[in-house]
């Protein structure tokens, strides 16, 4: 099966840029989504095609690309940014959608 | 405003099935996949299998497939999600998400989850 690795944690201060990997092979070949997810409630997309904002989704967050990693970036961390986040992409076949294991961000 | 309401809290014994609703609205249901992921409890979200609205067409995630099925009634604008022989370690928050508009792997629009308890 595919997996895609992200780092179990990120602790960064506020105003400072949280940045969170992801790493998978097929990569170069799909593109990545990254997920927002608070203590119960249901995940919220912010970066969708590796670099795209949706409507309604603050500037601070910002997506990029480079090989087998994909990266989100928060700039200017606020509080309310502190949770849950999740890559998500498919194999190289494109049949299988597959999340990463998350990354809680903390935010000092 | 697209809209998924998903249906209530469920208890199941293991080696029960479940089957888990997700009304939509705001939107023409045909014209968007919809997929289900879940979280266990303290867990990561895995996604479990999409489906097109428009033509029946399924993908299922390898380690569910035998257990799963997934439908839907475009009468009534809902996808259904059956999973069977139900153990403990299924139990978790089931979502379903819409897929973006043109996008067959980004979801924009989630529903507000169903807790499935697997439990003797």
Do not use: H
């Amino acid at each position: 099966s595919y997996d895609l690795t992200q780092p179990p944690s990120v602790s960064v201060s506020p105003g400072q840029t949280a940045r969170i990997t992801c790493s998978g092979d097929a990569l170069p070949k799909q593109y990545a989504y990254w997920y927002q997810q608070k203590p119960g409630q249901a995940p919220l997309l912010v970066v969708y095609k590796d670099v795209k904002r949706p409507s309604g989704i603050p500037a601070r967050f910002s997506g990029s690309s480079s090989g087998t990693t994909v990266t989100l970036a928060i700039s200017g961390v606020q509080a309310e940014d502190e949770a849950d986040y999740y890559c998500q992409s498919a194999d190289s076949s494109g049949t299988y959608r597959v999340f990463g294991g998350g990354t809680k961000v903390t935010v000092l | 405003q697209a809209q998924l309401v998903q249906s209530g809290p469920e208890v199941k014994k293991p080696g029960a099935s479940v089957k888990v609703s997700c009304k939509a609205s705001g939107y023409t249901f045909t014209s968007y996949g919809i997929n289900w992921v879940r979280q266990a409890p303290g867990r990561g979200l895995e996604w479990m299998g999409w489906i097109s609205p428009y033509n029946g067409v399924t993908n299922y995630a390898q380690k569910l497939q035998g257990r799963i099925t997934l439908t839907t009634d475009t009468a009534t604008a809902t996808a259904y999600m059956d999973l069977r022989s139900l153990r403990s370690d299924d139990t978790a928050i089931y979502y379903c998400a819409r897929n973006l508009d043109g996008d067959p792997y980004g979801m924009d629009v989630w529903g507000q989850g169903t807790t499935v308890t697997v439990s003797s």
